[in-house]
């Protein structure tokens, strides 16, 4: 039976086949295209869309470098060390009164106030000055008082120049060696000179303790190195001037034509003290003393206000007590309350300190140093003996700081200390 159905099934198909083909051979397709209907045109709107502002491309403008002012060329020397604080601590004197570092606190100074203005000198924007003219070689003596009575303070030459303190018709008070003096006005030009600063004034100092000149050996060195170094302005500490005028004979020759001496005491039947000597007028001078612990030797301060080509500049001298530290901070309170009362500044200080710097440094913080850490004594111990000191205010950046050696030439005892001074321009140009 199925057999039968397959067979049917098939034969079917083979009649459907042959039919099919049959067909196919009398019918004939025709392919036609119908077009896709035309779209309605629309109307076209043209915007502009403006193209997008390109980002600028960022350009570089070199900061314009400043013209330097004249601080800014001047070279300065960095210090060494830094300071600490002492401690303040407490310590029984032994029965000679010594008692050990630091100073202790009960020794401190107690603030005193300043005198009221002026300080102790007066600057005064313009000087009149007296240059000696016609006095030839031998000079012109100056005189204690007029008409030729008093004693003789020393000799004007040609050129030097002295501040005028009292115009006269026949003699003229001036300002010499410190002290009032007298001139024939006849031999004297005068002239209004200013002293207000004219750019950086630059100047060269040095400091020096002479060990009380005895002998013309010594005296011999000291001038040589005076002369060697040529320096503008030179401090001196232990200097004589009795029977021999060790001051005039060392200013005239080492070629130093302005000097004033602060006389601390006698000794010796001579005047002993500190000098200031110059090669430009020294048109302000004054000295105080100071404070000494009761019994110690007396002790001084001078000042120079000293006339430089571009302006004035002020200068102290001093020479410090040497004892126990506690004793001696009694001097050097002193000294910083003179400085502060004279109120004149910027201004430098030389000196033989008798201490270290950290000890002046707890008395004048806003002091600074040009020897931080080189020993300027003669000394058997092995400890740093940094005594000889150049100090300077805020206002004066110093350079080329050097010792020069006076202790092997057997010159003196100490070492002599040099630098270079630059007083800057102040901020207000004033």
């Known amino acids: 039976m199925r057999r039968f159905l397959l067979c049917a099934v098939t034969a079917l198909m083979c009649a459907g086949v042959i039919a099919c083909q049959k067909a196919g051979e009398e019918t ?6 119908t077009p896709a209907p035309t779209a309605t045109p629309q ?24 013209t330097p002012s004249e601080n800014d060329l001047v070279p300065t020397q960095t210090p060494q060390i830094t300071f600490v604080p002492l401690p303040q601590s407490v310590h029984t004197p032994d029965k000679r009164g010594n008692t050990p570092t630091p100073t202790p606190a009960w020794a401190s100074p107690i603030p005193t106030p300043l005198p009221e203005e002026p300080g102790y000198v007066t600057v005064p924007e313009t000087i ?24 003789n303070l020393g000799t004007a030459r040609d050129g030097q120049q002295f501040t005028v303190l009292e115009p006269g018709e026949q003699y003229t008070k001036v300002l010499f060696e410190g002290q009032e003096g007298y001139i024939d ?5 005068f002239a209004e000179v ?23 050996a010594r005296f011999n060195r000291l001038v040589e190195v005076l002369k060697t170094e040529q320096l503008d302005i030179v401090g001196i500490q232990e200097l004589f001037r009795g029977s021999t005028d060790w001051l005039i004979n060392l200013a005239e020759a080492a070629g130093y034509p302005y000097w004033t001496f602060t006389r601390t005491c006698t000794r010796d039947s001579a005047d002993y003290g500190t000098a200031i000597l110059s090669k430009y007028p020294i048109v302000l ?8 612990w009761r019994g110690k030797e007396p002790r001084g301060i001078g000042y120079a206000g000293v006339l430089m080509p571009k302006g004035l500049v002020h200068m102290f001298n ?8 506690y004793q001696k901070s009694v001097n050097i309170a002193s000294m910083a309350y003179t400085l502060r009362a004279y109120k004149v500044g910027p201004y430098t200080v030389t000196g033989d300190f008798n201490c270290s710097p950290p000890r002046i440094f707890r008395y004048l913080p806003e002091i600074r140093f040009a020897n931080m850490d080189k020993t300027t004594f003669k000394s058997t111990s092995n400890a740093p003996k940094i005594i000889d000191n150049i100090l300077y205010t805020e206002g004066i950046a110093v350079s080329d700081f050097r010792l020069v050696d006076t202790i ?6 100490h070492m002599f200390l040099r630098c270079k001074v630059h007083v800057l321009i102040p901020e207000n140009g004033k």
Do not use: W
Request: contains cysteine; aromatic residues 4%.
């Open 43 to 66: 109307a076209v709107t043209l915007v502009h869309s403006p193209s997008p502002t390109p980002t600028p491309v960022p350009t570089f403008t070199p900061t314009p470098t400043p």
């Open 185 to 189: 006005t006849a031999n004297l030009d």
């Open 318 to 325: 001093t020479h410090l007590c040497a004892s126990t530290m």
């Open 408 to 413: 092997s030439t057997e010159a003196t005892d």
């Open 28 to 33: 004939t397709f025709v392919a036609t295209h």
């Open 128 to 151: 009149t000055l007296a240059t000696v003219k016609g006095v030839g070689t031998k000079g012109m003596h100056v005189r204690s008082r007029t008409q030729h009575r008093g004693y």
């Open 194 to 216: 200013s002293t207000a600063q004219k750019g950086v004034i630059e100047y060269t100092i040095g400091s020096l303790n002479v060990h009380g000149i005895r002998s013309t």
């Open 285 to 292: 001078a004054d000295s105080r003393p100071l404070t000494v």
